[in-house]
């Protein structure tokens, strides 16, 4: 099992932009699908991105595309979430998650690994 820990996250502008990472703890995360959820106060978790073991295949959810970038570093056991044109409604917190091989790349219960997730708050 791996365990991950998000960091990145931070206060920034509408039209900014922020990079998020996720690390692994160890190598079994070079095989995982790595996804990103978010968690706006007081809703459901969304789906972000998401990214196969060898990045051949990427998923993005509608909010985001043509703004936000998942990619991985399987040498440096990382993730990243590229993150431009930041928009308030983008403030939530973002968790990244990994699995072997997930049943739907966008369902957040169906990753068994979360972690602690990374406050991204955007003002207008």
């Known amino acids: 099992q791996v365990q991950l820990a998000e960091s990145g996250g931070g206060l920034v502008q509408a039209g900014g932009s922020l990079r998020l990472a996720c690390s692994g703890s160890?190598?079994?995360?070079?095989?995982?699908?790595i996804a990103w959820f978010r968690q706006p106060p007081e809703k459901e978790h969304e789906f972000v991105a998401a990214i196969s073991w060898s990045g051949g295949r990427i998923y993005y959810g509608d909010s985001v595309k043509g703004r936000f970038t998942i990619s991985r570093d399987n040498a440096e056991n990382t993730a990243y979430l590229q993150m431009n044109s930041l928009k308030p409604e983008d403030t939530a917190v973002y968790h990244c998650?990994?699995?072997?091989?997930?049943?739907?790349?966008?369902?957040?219960?169906?990753?068994?690994?979360w972690g602690q997730g990374t406050q991204v708050t955007v003002s207008l």
């Open positions: 160890n190598a079994t995360f070079r095989s995982y699908v």
């Open positions: 998650a990994a699995d072997p091989g997930p049943h739907t790349y966008n369902r957040y219960d169906h990753y068994r690994a």
